[in-house]
């Protein structure tokens, strides 16, 4: 019978050869000490995201609608200012214009009440200027009764001898070459002018004194 021989040579050989081989229990995906770090540092405290309750998620969603509706309110509020302010100054102008309307309107009336009684206040001129209104007598008294009537009403009379002609107020009926005269004046006054306020109810009529040449 014939016996194998294996030499020493070949002995080591076969361990060397089991030693370099991999085992068999050891796969690829086994976890090698540096991906085991890996794995425990990303799963760590630090690398974890805070969760949001329920309560965050509904007091986040009113914050935001709290502030859009704020800010509608705002607009709607600036808008509603706007228009009371633009009201305000329309009914101003309103009243502003009334009134001017109704003053002019009342002016009006005691013009034309004024005018009926102008006829009357030059005939008691003329009859002053003629020596016919005697202190004490009945004329004279109704005379006064009118006169104080006219002035209650506002009425006033302008237009004297002496003043600076002026085209404005005073109605040139005549012009008089006046020696001596170095500017236009009222050499005499013909009827007398009436201002109701400051309405011109009639300019007056007078003689105008003029240079002579």
């Known amino acids: 019978m014939t016996k194998t021989t294996r030499s020493k040579t070949d002995d080591m050989t076969d361990k060397n050869f089991d030693k370099n081989a991999p085992d068999e229990g050891r796969g690829d995906d086994e976890v090698r000490p540096n991906e085991e770090g890996s794995e425990a540092q990303a799963s760590g405290p630090a690398a974890q995201e805070p969760e949001l309750t329920v309560d965050d998620i509904l007091a986040a969603e009113q914050n935001v609608d709290a502030a859009a509706e704020d800010a509608h309110l705002a ?19 309103y009243r502003r214009r009334t009134e001017e309307q109704r003053e002019v309107e009342i002016e009006r009336a005691k013009g034309s009440v004024a005018k009926g009684l102008l006829p009357v206040l030059d005939d008691l001129d003329r009859a002053a200027k003629h020596g016919d209104l005697v202190d004490g007598t009945p004329f004279a008294a109704i005379a006064e009764k009118l006169r104080a009537v006219a002035e209650r009403m506002g009425l006033s009379t302008y237009g004297a001898v002496g003043e600076v002609f002026d085209p404005q107020q005073h109605e040139a009926i005549f012009q008089q070459p006046t020696p001596g005269a170095t500017e236009t004046t009222v050499l005499d006054v013909v009827e007398v002018g009436y201002r109701l306020g400051s309405v011109e109810l009639r300019p007056a009529k007078v003689v105008v004194a003029v240079p002579a040449e």
């Not at 600036?78 to 101003?92: I, M, W």
């Open 75 to 93: 607009d709607h509020e600036s808008a509603l200012l706007g228009d009371l302010k633009r009201l305000q100054a329309e009914y101003a102008n």
